[in-house]
């Protein structure tokens, strides 16, 4: 029988993943912060994934997180910010040799939730994938991309693999995850505050090429200082490419700071100016969108860390 998916983190990435993984007739289970979550949850009758203009409903088990019950393999998908409380939540029922697949954006929520739990053996991922919720227990998929993962402190892939390929998870391990995880920092940092200040979609920053540019240049330098030059290739024209192709998107901080929600900016350009000042490197138009972002974030009311 098949290792039970647990699955902490109601978002749009971990709703997908549950009912891709729900669909193939694996066992998964949602856990929910409490009693009342969990009986919205089993009113809405389960989670609703719409694809390609087709809906389709997944009744999926849910349970609050002081359930019983051991946890073996589990997907953390919550906010960066909310990763290591979330994680010190269930952290007394992971069974021994326990597997998480942290899904977090950034860098730095990865460690804090590996020193919470040095028992379990802890995979992140990077994902590109597309999606995001029109309601409540809902999630639209809204284009296709791939995930990577990876465990830096054991090079192996795990045998469950397979299962995200029957889910129709397009996915690769890869031995240089923290590659990958710092390409995404810098294709965030890149376009994402941006998206914020100019209150435009992806695709408005085409207006704003030189300030891509000047960002994607100092980037470049912190990745190449942080030991990452394969995550700095090219970096401006990847950028460039995100930007055309998802033209119609609203970045993923745009969106919350349209819903009045917090942001990821500590693991993202907080990280990265943290890293520049770790490493002496001075990168002035990245540190002044730090704070431009900050200025803005106050305006909203929403906090800046």
Not at 42 to 51: H, K, W, Y
Not at 112 to 123: D, N, T
Not at 151 to 161: Q, S
Not at 266 to 272: F, H, I, P
């Amino acid at each position: 029988m098949s290792t039970t998916w647990h699955i902490l983190g109601a978002g749009s990435l971990g709703t997908l993943w549950a009912t891709r993984l729900a669909r193939a007739g694996l066992p998964v289970r949602l856990l929910l912060r409490d009693r009342t979550r969990l009986q919205a949850y089993q009113a809405a009758g389960g989670l609703t994934l719409i694809e390609q203009g087709q809906s389709s409903l997944h009744p999926i088990p849910g349970e609050t997180c002081d359930s019983p019950q051991p946890i073996h393999r589990l997907l953390l998908a919550c906010k960066a910010y909310d990763a290591e409380a979330a994680v010190a939540s269930i952290a007394k029922r992971l069974a021994p040799g326990a597997e998480l697949i942290l899904l977090q954006n950034g860098l730095g929520s990865q460690d804090a939730v590996a020193a919470k739990v040095p028992e379990a053996r802890c995979i992140a991922a990077s994902s590109t994938e597309g999606a995001f919720r029109d309601g409540d227990w809902r999630v639209v998929f809204a284009g296709h991309g791939y995930t990577w993962l990876g465990d830096t402190a054991h090079p192996g892939a795990p045998i469950w693999l397979d299962e995200l390929t029957a889910s129709g998870i397009p996915h690769e391990w890869t031995t240089q995850i923290l590659t990958r995880l710092w390409r995404k920092l810098a294709l965030n940092c890149a376009i994402n505050p941006l998206t914020v200040l100019h209150d435009c979609r992806n695709g408005g920053l085409q207006q704003h090429q030189c300030e891509v540019a000047t960002l994607c240049i100092e980037l470049g330098e912190l990745l190449q200082c942080c030991g990452q030059p394969d995550a700095a290739r090219d970096l401006q024209q990847e950028v460039e490419r995100v930007i055309h192709a998802t033209a119609a998107n609203f970045s993923s901080m745009h969106q919350d700071v349209a819903n009045r929600r917090r942001t990821e900016i500590s693991y993202l350009l907080g990280y990265a100016c943290n890293a520049a000042v770790r490493h002496q490197l001075a990168l002035p138009h990245l540190q002044r969108l730090q704070q431009r972002l900050k200025d803005q974030l106050h305006l909203h009311g929403l906090p800046s860390d």
